[in-house]
Each structure stands twice: as C-alpha cells, then as structure tokens.
C-alpha cells in the first residue's frame, strides 16, 4: 500500500505555510484548537453559499483574534451596508469572549481553486447531475483559467452500484512528490441518498523557485 501525504502538510516551511498562527503552552493549547475548530465550523455554518475557500486565524493578543476569509462571493460575506458581516463578528466574539477581527478577501479565479471545484463537484452530485459529467466539465473550466494541470477523484457508492468504487479524470501535469510544485488541494463530500461520496481534487499552478539569497555586497554592516 502506498502512503498517502497530505499536499499542504508535505509543502509547509518551504512553499506553503500554515492556515493558523499563533504559540501556546500545555492546557492553553488544547483549548485554543477546539476554539478554532469551533470558529470553522461557525463560519461555514453560517455562510453556505458564500464559496469560501479558506480560512486563516492568527493570534497576535492573547484576547484578540483575526480571521481571513478567502471567499469568491464576497458580497455574501460583507452583506448590504457590511450588515452580515458585523452579524457574524457579534456571534465570534460571544462564541470566543474576546475581540474579533474579520478581515474578507475576494479570490481572483474560483475556477482553479481546488477547494470551490471539490465542493461545486459535490454539489453537483448531491443535484443528482453524474459524476464523470461534472468531473469532466470541472477540469475543462479549471483548464481554460490557466491552471497547468488539474486531476480529481470521487470514491463512493457511484450511480448508485452495491460496491463502492473510485473513479479519476485528469489533465495536464500534476506533480504531488515535486516540493517546490505550487499544487493546491481541496477535499469535499457529497451526501447523496446511496451515502457519501468524497470528492479530491488537485490543481497545479506552476513551480515556486526559492528566492536567491542576496549576496554580501548588497549588506551595509556599520563600524
């Protein structure tokens, strides 16, 4: 059996970095990941429709937090007069008993994130729309945006069939073991009426070279 490595874990410290940030000791820190857990959980509950992506929390105080939204709906989010998004702010602050900041950011092309397509897929499925009909109609959008290469897997009860079984359509290069391979992951489930079907998908944007070190001549050391 293969050993599976999750793509944004494998990248982190070199490409990628951490969806949340902050530094805690013992209890503290148990307590802080439930909250967090729970602030993700709120968000999507609250917000479906809003496409979001990704969620980032950062920790600057010990009674302050911020939370990034990357959605591709972010009228949904900000709401009329930022009406929606003051509503949600009062929820985490009762939520977490301390001060919240919401920051909103608008992602440029929704087609090549991988986590809106896994989720677009699933909700697809859930419509009764086939599976192979959505994939392939996924890739074909993702490809036409300038992603250099897309592939997505659904495993599950498909069309319905007693055993489960997986099913994969790619294109273009997708390199999950190259490091510095800037491969974005999304993963969803489609709760249809045979039971869940899950939804993977990655989508590669091209490679991050390291940045040159700037040489010693450039360096000003004072006397």
Do not use: C
């Not at 007069?81 to 950011?105: F, I, M, N, P, Q």
């Not at 939804?199 to 010693?216: C, D, F, H, M, T």
Request: glycine share 8%.
């Amino acid at each position: 059996m293969g050993r599976k490595v999750h793509p944004v874990g494998f990248r982190l410290k070199s490409i990628r970095d951490w969806n949340t940030r902050w530094y805690a000791e013992k209890q503290q820190y148990q307590d802080l990941l439930h909250e967090d857990f729970q602030i993700r959980a709120m968000i999507r509950k609250e917000m479906p429709q809003a496409g979001i992506s990704a969620l980032n929390i950062e920790r600057a105080a010990p009674n302050q937090v911020q939370v990034t939204i990357h959605t591709a709906k972010p009228g949904i989010v900000i709401g009329r007069k930022g009406a929606s998004v003051k509503e949600l702010r009062g929820k985490l602050r009762k939520l977490t008993d301390k001060a919240v900041k919401l920051e909103v950011e608008e992602i440029g092309q929704p087609d090549t994130d991988a986590q809106l397509i896994a989720e677009n897929v699933a909700g697809q499925m859930e419509r009764r729309i086939s599976h192979s009909r959505a994939m392939k109609r996924a890739v074909q959008q993702a490809m036409r945006q300038g992603a250099e290469g897309v592939r997505i897997e659904v495993g599950g009860r498909l069309g319905g069939s007693e055993m489960a079984r997986k099913e994969k359509i790619w294109d273009g290069r997708v390199p999950r073991n190259t490091i510095r391979a800037d491969l974005d992951y999304g993963f969803a489930e489609a709760l249809t009426t045979f039971g869940k079907i899950g939804v993977k998908v990655w989508v590669y944007r091209g490679e991050i070279l390291p940045q040159k070190a700037e040489s010693a001549m450039d360096v000003y050391i004072s006397e």
